[in-house]
């Protein structure tokens, strides 16, 4: 394993940091010589940066980890996320060149799962419909809000890993509710252990009252859930979505909502973002939408900063990181790191 090389090595990012306890970690760590760029300026200076990184934080829109970003980049180690969705990173261009991809998977949870619940609650208690007619002057009767409970209902959630199952966790153990649960990367054993009941995707949508997916964004469930699955919820279940956008087709589920198919859905991720202001689904009352905020609370990013430089830090020590996305690479990337550094990071 490495001694530890404390040549500093850089770290590219931009600011600002989303709490400023990870620029105080890593300012203070002898490993990082911290490069801070901000995300409307120069692309020269970009450029002139990542030519010289070791590691890269946050790639996205206009610099998200592709091809030729790896190829302007000889010496760089690993690039890096500061949440779990990882899809602004080409994994496949990095395993191939050697190149770490890293996460805060694991990390945040708990923001995202009680998003997921609010979402059912505002739904099926129809709170923002009751809001908006009060704010509005319409004319109501309190019973036109008249709810259902989450008592004893079905939730469905595809994508069990943290998230998702600790939305199935909130759900059993406080409203009493059935969790279904489908995850192809997953052993009915280990659906079981987390606490659902493993079932089929088509099981899954036919039998919940809410659908939620908690998945990645990849190759295998880009446009997962399209107009053939909505069709087949009941047609009094809600849709909830934070993951990534792309997973649902959005157009099927325009196209279902505007039939009536299902009572409602909430939408925290779109395709694209943020969607156009005449999207349908911003008209219609049944749906609660909101910018991609599900994991936006304080504890949440404080969690993932704190985390993330401290990945930041083991990796330029030499250290496996804990939250590694293509352990296909080590072998490679031992060589490479070894090249880099001087050094041979652990076995």
Known sequence: MSSGNLVPKNLVHFMPWRDPVAGEILDAAPEVRLISLELDGPSERFWEAIETAHGFHQPRPPYPGTTELIERSPHLLAMGVGGAGYDTIDKDACTEAGILVVNQGGVGNEAVAEHVVGMMLGLSKR?????RAMRSGADYHRHDFRGYDLEGQTVGVVGFGNIGSRVGEICRAGFRMRVLAHDPFLTDEQVVERGGEPVSLDELLQQSDFVSINTYLSAETRGLIGLRELR?????????????????DEQALIQVM?????AGAGVDVWDPEP????????????????????????????????????QWIGIFRGERPPRLQNPEVWPRYRERFHKIAGDYPAE
């Open 127 to 131: 709170i923002v419909l009751a809001d």
């Open 232 to 248: 087949l919820m009941k047609p009094n279940a809600f849709y909830l979505t934070t993951a990534r956008g792309e997973v649902t």
């Open 258 to 262: 505007s039939e009536g198919g299902i």
């Open 275 to 310: 969607p156009p202001p005449d999207n349908p689904l911003l008209k219609m009352d049944n749906v609660i939408a909101c910018p991609h905020v599900a994991g936006v609370t304080v504890q949440a990013h404080h969690d993932m900063e704190v985390s993330g430089a401290h």
